[in-house]
């Protein structure tokens, strides 16, 4: 009889979403997460950790980005950002990975504060950064739809005590 030691099973962690589903990852590429880290080491035998307040789809998105930096650092975010191109400012994989819709970066954000990962929350308010660089205040009251609540006089004194408000 053979045997293959070199091929030993790595423990999959099972994380339950906010609909039940259950997405499965490699213990080693979970640990990245400081949250599922404290539940894995704070309990033993923890194989599955519920996750309420994140949906199935961006916990797949999650997972994608802990396995691709299961053995490596995530490259840091350059600060301020430089450009308004997310490439210029992290690697091209990382620019790849958060090329994604609006509504799926703030839950990708969300969901990165609540699993306490650093790096994923970097990247996810770097792209947030991106959209706003360069853009008048103007521009982006047209675009989400913001009233300006601010009487003239007023916005007038903020843009002298803030200046770099328009950087």
């Given at each position: 009889?053979?045997?293959?030691?070199?091929?030993?099973?790595?423990?999959?962690?099972?994380?339950?979403?906010?609909?039940?589903?259950?997405?499965?990852?490699?213990?080693?590429?979970?640990?990245?997460?400081?949250?599922?880290?404290?539940?894995?080491?704070?309990?033993?035998?923890?194989?599955?950790?519920?996750?309420?307040?994140?949906?199935?789809?961006?916990?797949?998105?999650?997972?994608?980005?802990?396995?691709?930096?299961?053995?490596?650092?995530?490259?840091?975010?350059?600060?301020?950002?430089?450009?308004?191109?997310?490439?210029?400012?992290?690697?091209?994989w990382d620019?790849?990975?958060?090329?994604?819709?609006?509504?799926?970066?703030v839950d990708?954000?969300?969901?990165?504060?609540y699993l306490?990962?650093?790096?994923?929350?970097?990247?996810?308010?770097?792209?947030?950064?991106?959209?706003?660089?360069?853009?008048?205040?103007?521009?982006?009251?047209?675009?989400?739809?913001?009233?300006?609540?601010?009487?003239?006089?007023?916005?007038?004194?903020?843009?002298?005590?803030?200046?770099?408000?328009?950087?």
């Open positions: 009889m053979f045997y293959n030691f070199n091929k030993i099973e790595e423990v999959k962690i099972r994380l339950r979403s906010a609909e039940g589903h259950i997405c499965e990852v490699e213990e080693s590429a979970a640990l990245m997460s400081s949250f599922i880290r404290s539940m894995i080491e704070g309990f033993n035998e923890v194989t599955e950790v519920s996750l309420p307040n994140i949906n199935s789809v961006v916990i797949e998105k999650v997972i994608e980005y802990m396995r691709h930096y299961k053995d490596k650092d995530p490259p840091i975010i350059k600060k301020p950002i430089i450009s308004s191109k997310m490439e210029e400012n992290t690697s091209a620019a790849g990975f958060i090329d994604a819709d609006w509504n799926m970066v990708l954000m969300t969901a990165a504060d306490m990962m650093i790096p994923l929350r970097d990247l996810c308010c770097a792209k947030m950064a991106c959209k706003f660089k360069g853009r008048s205040i103007d521009e982006l009251r047209a675009e989400y739809h913001i009233e300006n609540e601010f009487p003239s006089e007023m916005e007038e004194n903020l843009e002298f005590q803030h200046p770099w408000r328009l950087e």
